[in-house]
């Protein structure tokens, strides 16, 4: 399949549009723009070419691609779905589903692990958290509740973050 129709049917299912429609409504401009900043990051394709595929010229596609930097990026629903696409390559539903099911169960299997080697190493730095991962779920909930009101008791922003984010990292 086109890397560009690839494209076009993540930010179409993904935002519940139609980026080709010839409309200038904000949700369909902006879901192009998306389209431009994808396309341009995954691909090789000229902007001319990029521009073609939804029938703009390469200048559209540039003022697309410098809006979604300047302003869409800020949106967390565009960042997330413009980070999902680049860095986890989408993998589109109308695929053959057996192959899909190979790449999600791969995919989960690498998470897993990954999340192992992150836990094992949080443990060796942070010895208490040995019992933290013996706890039942709804124990572990009441240790976070309470490490939360500890922290928000601290008088320091930038210690709080601190250990805010060490806290995170563990749960």
Not at 3 to 21: A, D, F, H, P, T
Not at 88 to 115: G, H, M, N, Q
Not at 134 to 155: A, F, T
């Amino acid at each position: 399949m086109n890397e560009l129709i690839k494209i076009e049917r993540y930010v179409n299912i993904s935002l519940g549009i139609n980026i080709n429609q010839n409309t200038r409504k904000r949700p369909i401009v902006d879901g192009r723009f998306l389209f431009f900043a994808i396309a341009r990051k995954s691909t090789k394709l000229s902007l001319d070419k990029i521009g073609k595929h939804l029938n703009k010229d390469h200048a559209t596609a540039l003022h697309g691609i410098n809006m979604f930097k300047d302003v869409l990026i800020l949106n967390k629903r565009y960042n997330a779905l413009y980070n999902n696409y680049i860095h986890e390559k989408w993998v589109d539903p109308s695929a053959d589903s057996e192959a899909t099911i190979k790449e999600l169960r791969k995919k989960s299997y690498l998470l897993d692990v990954e999340l192992l080697k992150l836990k094992q190493k949080l443990k060796e730095k942070l010895p208490f958290l040995k019992g933290y991962y013996n706890l039942e779920d709804n124990e572990q909930n009441i240790v976070k509740e309470r490490l939360n009101l500890i922290i928000n008791m601290m008088p320091s922003n930038q210690k709080r973050k601190e250990v805010f984010e060490i806290i995170n990292c563990a749960m």
